[in-house]
Each structure stands twice: as structure tokens, then as C-alpha cells.
């Protein structure tokens, strides 16, 4: 019924196998697939209800007002779905830092996607869902599910979609996030992709290098195979990163505490403690790990980092109705 409130939660997901490049910048198809994992930490509630007396769509996150042409762009998208004209109102919390490299886009278009249809009145199932949300944000298509999940390349608007490889998880896996810089980035990611694309001389190489990384990464999950997980896991970030720098003009997510994260990571493995790092478009790395380590990674990091800036996660659940 048009009009009522309807709330939905949903969580980040942290690429393990990386996109950056879109084949078509409009629908949002991306140059590769992709692979993630779903964080219980972070995550977005999102709240949607249509009201006739609007004259245009009202959107409030953290309970300050906002005016982003996005995400009435991609409301329009769910009216023309519904074939409805009604304006919304919209209240988003954000339990991410926004903009910063922790997928806050990924959980606030996701939830968008669902609170939106189903306020609506338009029913979908996950895959289409997915759909809806990756016309807001590439990487919302695979926080729709929970645990490790996957975004298929696809050609077009029908088979570009997110889908689970596996929830919950049977393998021992976390996320130790450092939050290093929690402003937003310079280069928004939309931006460093097409630099990435139309510059870099290695990004056809990289393209090649995701399809391998992607069928290693699915067989380690399947064989609960912690250690070539993170080993490709933290070489497909690096090879990401490889592009940024390679691009005309050249520019950099990683700053200089990002690079101590990553020599304390190196440490800690050379130490006997199995960790390995990734980290998305800006400086806050990530840390794969296993239970056992948790505690004498976090150790580490509290050195040199407050503890307010360390967050621990395990394997997040899917899209869902508050």
C-alpha cells in the first residue's frame, strides 16, 4: 500500500575480488565480476515512505538534511518501475563512515533498493533487488546477501546481478577495519575508475587477472582454504591500487598510515600470526584474519592507533526488513 513506512537494513560488503572500471557508466555494468564478503559491523537503516503532499523527494541521513541528485536519480528508477509520481521522504542512518572507503555506498543503495520498492509496492525477490540496487552503486548489488557474495559482470541491465556463493560461512574469517581517514576521498571511485580506464596501460591485464583471481577465491571458500583466500585477496587489492598509480593523471587512495597498517600486517606474518590486508578506493585498510589472531593484531594496531578506531567483524547477514 502506497504510503506506508518501510525500514530495511543492510551491511557492507568488502570486495575480496575488487571492480574498478565500468563497461557502461549509465546501467552500472562493470568491466569484471567481482566477490565480497559481508561485514556485521557496518551497515545502513534506511526508511522510505511516499506522501502525495511532497513536491519532491525529502532525504535526511544522520538526521541532516541532504540534497543528492543520486539518489533522486535512482528513486526515479523505483517509480518508473511501480509507475507511480508520488516524491518520498527518505531517512537513512549510516553506521559507516560515508565516503571513506569502508562500502558506505554499498549498504545505504541496498537498503535504498528495498525500504524504496516495497514502499512502492513492487515485490522483488534478491536477484532482481540486486539489480535495482547496483543502478544506485556497483558494490550494493552484493550487500542484498549475506556472508561471501558475488557480482555476476553481466552485458546488460538483466544479467548484471548479485547472487550468494555462501551464507553463512563455514570458514573461520574476519575483518579488522583501521579507520585511518573517515572524510571523504578526493577522487570519488566513479571518478579514478574512468582515469583508470581510459589511462592506465595495464588495465586490460588487471581485467584478466580479476577472472583468475575470482575462480581462486571461489575454491578457497568451497575448500575453506583461509590462506590462499587472503594471499589473493591481498594481491588483487594491490594490483587495484597499481592502477590508480599508473593512471594519467596518476593518484593515490593509500596515505602514509596506510602503509604502516600494511608493514604491521607483514610483521605480524613474519611473526607467525596469519593475517593479510586489502583495502577499497581510500586509506582505511582492512585486515583478514582468523579468531585465534584477533586479539594479537588488535593488540598491535592499539600501539600505534586509538581503540575507538579499530573495528572487528565477522561475516554480516542479508538484506533485511526492520
Known amino acids: 500500500m502506497l504510503g ?61 538534511h541532504v540534497e543528492d541528485n543520486k539518489i533522486t536519480d535512482f528513486m526515479d528508477v523505483i517509480r518508473e518501475k511501480a509507475n507511480i509520481h508520488t516524491f518520498a521522504r527518505i531517512e537513512s542512518t549510516n553506521h559507516v563512515p560515508t565516503s571513506a572507503g569502508l562500502a558506505s555506498s554499498a549498504s545505504a543503495y541496498a537498503a535504498l533498493a528495498a525500504a524504496g520498492s516495497k514502499a512502492a509496492g513492487i515485490d522483488l525477490n534478491k536477484k532482481e533487488l540486486s539489480r535495482l540496487a547496483r543502478r544506485g552503486s556497483g558494490s550494493a548489488t552484493r550487500s542484498i546477501f549475506g556472508g561471501f557474495a558475488a557480482w555476476n559482470k553481466g552485458t546488460n541491465d538483466e544479467t548484471s546481478y548479485g547472487y550468494s556463493i555462501e551464507d553463512p560461512v563455514k570458514m573461520d574469517v574476519n575483518m579488522i577495519a583501521i579507520i585511518l ?46 590462506t590462499t583466500l587472503g594471499k589473493t585477496a591481498e594481491l588483487n587489492a594491490m594490483r587495484m591500487h597499481s592502477l590508480t598509480l599508473s593512471s594519467d593523471p596518476s593518484y593515490l587512495y593509500i596515505n ?26 581510500g586509506p582505511n585498510v582492512k585486515i583478514i584474519c582468523q579468531s585465534d589472531n584477533i586479539k594479537s593484531i588488535t593488540d598491535k594496531l592499539s600501539d600505534k592507533f586509538d581503540n575507538d578506531r579499530i573495528k572487528v567483524s565477522g561475516p554480516g547477514e542479508g538484506i533485511k526488513y526492520l
Open 256 to 281: 602514509a598510515d596506510s602503509l604502516e597498517v600494511i608493514n604491521m600486517v607483514k610483521e605480524l606474518r613474519k611473526n607467525g600470526v596469519e593475517c593479510y590486508y586489502t583495502m577499497d578506493a
Open 4 to 64: 506506508e513506512k518501510i525500514t530495511a537494513r543492510a551491511h557492507t560488503n568488502i570486495a575480496l575480488v575488487k571492480y574498478w572500471g565500468k563497461e557502461n557508466e549509465q546501467l552500472i555494468i562493470p568491466a569484471n565480476s567481482s566477490l565480497s564478503l559481508t561485514l556485521d559491523e557496518f551497515y545502513t537503516d534506511t526508511s522510505v515512505q511516499f506522501d502525495e503532499s511532497l513536491n519532491s523527494d525529502e532525504v535526511t541521513l544522520n538526521g541532516n
Open 181 to 226: 581517514n573517515n572524510q571523504p576521498k578526493k577522487i570519488s571511485s566513479r571518478k579514478g575508475m574512468k582515469i583508470s580506464i581510459e589511462t592506465s596501460p595495464y588495465y586490460q591485464s588487471w581485467i584478466e587477472q580479476t577472472k583468475s583471481d575470482f575462480k581462486t577465491i571461489k575454491k578457497a571458500i568451497e575448500n575453506k582454504d583461509f
